[in-house]
């Protein structure tokens, strides 16, 4: 039998237009901060109901200047969730703030909406939720526990642009809304993020911020009519878009609601094929409107060992991701937010369970059946 080519559990699709800009810009003379970077920012602006889009260098660079950028200072608290990717915590740290943790609701592996206000402290500041996988989390209980706690919503969007909460984009409506345009993510720049807000203080605020605290842009600094000079307002980041990766980025969103169509019709395959097993916990729907944006498919792991699972798919020639261990477990948070992993127990034992299968819009039918055929023999032995 010869063997069939290694599956990647993600895989960015680039077209040839995209690969094209990016020469184009290359060409162009100008690689850093410019046109294509200003014409990337008003098509996402456009996209979510024409409110201000600020490019920048990763999702991560977003978060961490969202909460700058709302005042966030020492000592103040954020609510989010442990089942993230690292830089959720990371950024509120780094950005002088303390991670509160609560707990996911398991059928949905979002955080917990009911549980939320039980953590808010005077020294609460802001929440950040986590559209987990692309599913929008309870969107309505959480932004009024943020009016009548008077907090700042900062959310991590990192899975979910193209999703939609109450037949709203997430991004469109709320306070602040940050995207990651990693490879792995919906749509990609290489790498990038940007933060969607209609809120004009905090969208000053990280323009200079993630520019050395410069108050004009460089590119209007090197045109012809532009002044020379410039004054630094306050000791900023290095965070900004190049145009190299807004040449990829002008082609990517036109498609994304594309790639997503295309990730539901495999997400609806996976959960049609595996939703009798015995073996595998699936992720359920909440009952409130959303559209989810199916970046991740997670089932959870009920009757093998992750690691054993994960190396005989491998054995497979089929990539399976790891998205995400609990974010409490890793040594700096158990030290320094002084937890134990079975305080939060159902982000601990999915965390311990969960894989991601391969999911990505360029997957064809075939490779499903691939992985579908592959997880009986590894799950089931058949
Ligand atoms: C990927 C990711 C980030 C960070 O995005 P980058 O663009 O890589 O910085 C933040 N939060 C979550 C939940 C993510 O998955």
Known sequence: MTELPFLPFAKPALSEAAIEEVVACLRSGWITTGPRVA??????????????????SSATAGLQLALMAIGLSEGDEVITTPLTFVATLNTIVLAGGKPVLVDIDPATQNID??????????????IMPVHYAGLPCDMDAIYALAKKHNLRVVEDCAHAIGAEFGGKGVGSFGDIAVMSFHPNK??????????ITDDAAVAE?????????????AFNRFTKTGSQEYDVVLPGYKYNMMDMQAALGIHQLP?????????????????????????LDLPTAPDYAHKHAWHLFTPRLKTMERDAFMNAMK????????????????????????????????????????????????????????????????????
């Open 255 to 279: 498609e994304l609601d594309g790639f997503i169509a295309r990730r539901t019709e495999l997400a609806q395959r996976y959960i049609e094929a595996l939703k009798d097993w015995p073996e």
């Open 113 to 126: 909406a009911t549980k939320i206000e039980a953590a808010i402290t005077p020294k609460t500041r802001a």
């Open 39 to 56: 014409k990337f920012e008003g098509m996402l602006a456009d996209y979510h109901g024409g409110r201000r889009a600020l490019a920048l």
């Open 186 to 195: 919906n749509m990609t720049t290489g790498e990038g993020g940007a933060v």
């Open 315 to 382: 054995a497979e020639n089929i990539g399976v991701g790891l998205h995400y261990q609990a974010t409490h477990i890793f040594s700096w948070y158990r030290e320094h937010l002084g937890v134990a992993p079975e305080d939060f127990p159902h982000a601990l034992s999915v965390g311990q369970r969960i894989v991601s299968l391969p999911l990505f819009p360029t997957m064809t039918d075939d490779e499903q059946a691939r992985v579908i055929n592959s997880l009986a023999k590894v799950l089931r032995n058949g």
């Open 205 to 217: 605020k990280i323009e200079r911020l993630r520019f050395h605290g410069i108050d004009r842009s």
